[in-house]
């Protein structure tokens, strides 16, 4: 058992209208069923047309630019300098939409396919029908990643196998259940591609042969299986847009407690929190859930009806208008560290009679 | 031009103190000069006794298995629910540290080698010098990755060719200067070794014949610069922890001004930000640079030296206690907002004569 990796050589420039199914096929009269074709995507934007006209330098340039990259982008996830790592319309995540100014005339600019998975329907159809060949097809394009310099080719699209090769429920020699063992072999042989593709001139395809059995079904669940959720997704924003987001969060803090009781020990991490850098004296004391029940909070104006606790304030004596200040600016503190732990709060005045300068209602 | 991928069959299991250049070579004589070996980490790990005892099941493995987990961890990155993505001591960032319970006894776990580059140079010098054989090594591991579903298998360790293939400074036949052209090649070839590994059963070597030329340099500047340091790296937070520390650090926001005079758009964002949200009839007024050096703030009491402007905050009249709090509140949510336009803040009393309730020097 071997798999080859093949050049496809000789396609020249390819332009919009061009055939890919003629191309390919007369380039590579060798091709086999059961190949496995990864078609770099440059080549099948320009075919189909995806090319805009931008200036070719100068300032008019890059406010081109910014347009076409805001046309691509379904929501940016983080920037740096000139950097911009977005989500594209199809849900990839890439530097400048995957939009590209390399090997292209230099006023036009490369976006990426429309619809990957169908245009690797499309070629893959073409070549069946037309040339009685049935192969799979992968649309690749070079993306970087966190964590890791360089970049790798991966897959966009694909036609005639399945993009992830699953592993799991399947049993080691020593009786283990194999996990997280779902394989992204679609990436893997766009990276193999990359490797003759990267050592030859100018060629935009390859073929992998001998990873496919030459009988295959048509099923292909295509490369948008692929694509993680951001709601599922750890890293779904840069760093510096989370912080900026927390931050943001902690200054337009709602008022609002509950649906969930505050958990004690939750809210005694918030009050370590600020321990050291609130005024020195004031007093936090959590109130918990019997106590209020117990009818404490009758006298607080405003209570919520679902709060579950209490923490009364008292700032440090003498109390002058400043020293009041500064002690609401700390109880803001407060609330900020309780939303970090998951705890929400509203501001109150004090129970009447209560030596406290205000409450917190969690 | 071709490339050829190869198992290596008959690999059995391989355990501590096995001579793995004797493994290989004994079940690949048919090794070339040039060939890269992609040599997946587990048996590397195996035969250099990276093997720690734990129970086989329940809450004591659970226990043991933290522990060794917290000994590989460099830093935590992100955590949801079970699962933790870490930074090891060798830069690498992967869910649970590589660590792995799979292939080896039930009551045994597998580290990363300690040194992956070391030994992927120790195994080329011994097929090097006692099977006269040139070939470049690859330890092979599989990770996951953000944004995209499914797993490849990527370099921790390289010998006998660069880590990164860099394209930069080429030009297109367009006249395009190539850019962000950096290939990570190691990690393709490790991908493309895991796709004849994947379709076999326990075979742990793989060979990538025809990407080098057998006349090779030694020199390797190892895997180790794939990794990005954290600094430089747009992810090097998840997103939640990445939120979380933006509230940390507005519950704990330091009292301190300058270095740079504050921007008066950045201060009117921030003024923006948190206008829907304080305290209606709360006015806040940005006196700017000129103003202050005019003299108006002779009269704050603890005026810092490097402050380039003034916000004076004044609360909605009447003022009762509780209206001081809460313009407090609202003055630490505008330093929040500040501090997320990158402008430092400190709260002082008003200047002497003035209505305001309080003032930010910026």
Chains 1, 2 share one sequence.
């Not at 420039?13 to 078609?39: K, M, Q, S």
């Amino acid at each position: 058992m071997r798999l080859e990796i093949l050049p496809v050589l000789g396609i020249g420039h390819v332009t919009e209208g061009d055939d890919l199914a003629a191309v390919i096929a007369t380039a590579a009269p060798w091709l086999r069923d059961g190949d496995v074709l990864v078609v770099t995507s440059k080549i099948v934007s320009k075919a189909e047309g995806r090319l805009v006209d931008v200036p070719a330098d100068g300032p008019e340039r890059l406010v081109a630019r910014e347009e076409v990259l805001a046309g691509e982008t379904a929501r940016v996830v983080a920037s740096r300098g000139p950097t911009r790592i977005v989500q594209t319309h199809h849900g990839f995540v890439m530097a400048s939409a995957g939009i590209d100014a390399s090997n292209v005339d230099k006023t036009r600019l490369v976006l990426l396919p429309v619809d990957p998975d169908a245009s690797a329907r499309e070629l893959r159809a073409a070549l069946r029908d037309r040339y009685d060949l049935d192969v799979a097809v992968i649309i690749s394009d070079t993306m970087g990643r966190p964590w890791r310099n360089g970049l790798t080719d991966v897959a966009l699209g694909v036609a005639g196998m399945p993009a992830i090769r699953d592993h799991r429920g399947e049993v080691d020699p020593y009786g283990n259940e194999l996990q997280l063992t779902q394989m992204a072999v679609v990436d893997e042989l766009a990276g193999a591609g990359e490797l003759i593709k990267g050592k030859c001139d100018q060629v935009p395809v390859a073929v992998v042969r001998g990873y496919l059995a030459a009988t295959r079904t048509d099923d292909s669940d295509g490369a948008r299986t692929l694509i993680r959720d951001a709601a599922q997704d750890l890293f779904s924003l840069g760093t510096a847009e989370a912080r900026a987001a927390g931050l943001a969060e902690a200054a337009t803090l709602a008022e609002a407690v509950g649906p969930e009781p505050a958990d004690p020990a939750a809210v005694r991490r918030a009050l370590d929190a600020v321990a050291e850098v609130v005024t020195p004296g004031t007093v936090f004391t959590l109130v918990d859930e019997a106590e209020v029940r117990a009818g404490l909070v009758a006298e607080v104006p405003g209570w919520p009806a679902d709060a579950s606790a209490l923490v009364l304030g008292t700032a440090p004596a003498p109390l002058d208008p400043m020293d009041l200040v500064r002690f609401g600016a700390d109880l803001h503190r407060l609330r900020v560290a309780l939303a970090a732990e998951g705890v929400r709060s509203t501001l109150l005045p004090p129970p009447a009679g209560s030596p406290a300068s205000a409450a917190l209602a969690l």
